[in-house]
Every structure is written in structure tokens, then in C-alpha cells.
């Protein structure tokens, strides 16, 4: 008679798990791939993924603008350099590239996002082409 309820505890759990599983591992990427027999990890700089994967694809280049504190001038008790309107805070110039690497049909697409030249972001793609 006890096994009806341990059974049926077991198979709420796993329906549960089966449904928010995916959501849970959804935003899980990887820290590091390899290319052309090398390994990539994260916080590589350009020069050193370039001269271990060859040339990317496509590479796509923009800049933003980011607000950040500025912890120097305010542990110092100097007003901040930059926008006077935000004291303790400093603008700040973000060159991000994203480079994608398509090593063809028998691989997946590799893209790798770099900010001031710091390797911060590795996604794989679909099959290449």
C-alpha cells in the first residue's frame, strides 16, 4: 500500500522536471570550445584567437557607451571625470566585435563576442554551411 504514494511522488517529480528543465538549462553556454585543435576559453584576447582559428567568416563591429562607477575618484573624495550630471559614474567607450566562425558542413557555427579585445561570450550556432 506505501509503494502507491512513493510511486506517484516519483512521477509528479519527473513531469515536473521534464517541464522546467529546459527553462533551467536554457542559458547555459560553454566557456570554451576547440578550433582547429586548440582550445578557446573565455578572456582570450583577438590576436590569440586569430592565431589559433585562422580568419573568422564575418565579423560585426559596433560600439556602445556604458555608465560604470568610477571607483578611484570616489574613494579619493574627487569629483569623477565625465558626466557631471551622475557623480561617482564615468562614460565609458565599448568596442564589441562578433566574430563567426563556419568551419562548413561537417561542424557548428561558432560565434565569439569580444569587448576592447577580451573574448566574453562563446555561442554555438546551427550546422554549418
Not at 9 to 16: D, E, G, I, R, T
Not at 37 to 65: F, H
Not at 95 to 120: D, K, M, Q, S
Request: glycine share 10%; with cysteine.
Amino acid at each position: 500500500m506505501k509503494r502507491k504514494p512513493v510511486v506517484a511522488v516519483l512521477f509528479s517529480l519527473v513531469a515536473l522536471i521534464s517541464i522546467f528543465a529546459p527553462e533551467l538549462f536554457a542559458d547555459i553556454r560553454p566557456t570554451l570550445v576547440q578550433c582547429n585543435g586548440n582550445v578557446i576559453t573565455l578572456g582570450m584576447r583577438q590576436a590569440e584567437v586569430r592565431s589559433k582559428c585562422g580568419e573568422p567568416t564575418d565579423i560585426q563591429t559596433r560600439e556602445e557607451v556604458r555608465v560604470k562607477r568610477d571607483m578611484v575618484s570616489t574613494f579619493r573624495g574627487r569629483p569623477p571625470e565625465g558626466d557631471p550630471d551622475t557623480p561617482g559614474y564615468v562614460k565609458e567607450l565599448i568596442r564589441i566585435e562578433e566574430w563567426e566562425y563556419n568551419p562548413g558542413r561537417n561542424g557548428f557555427i561558432r560565434y565569439f563576442t569580444f569587448e576592447n579585445g577580451v573574448l566574453l561570450d562563446i555561442n554555438l550556432g546551427g550546422r554549418g554551411y
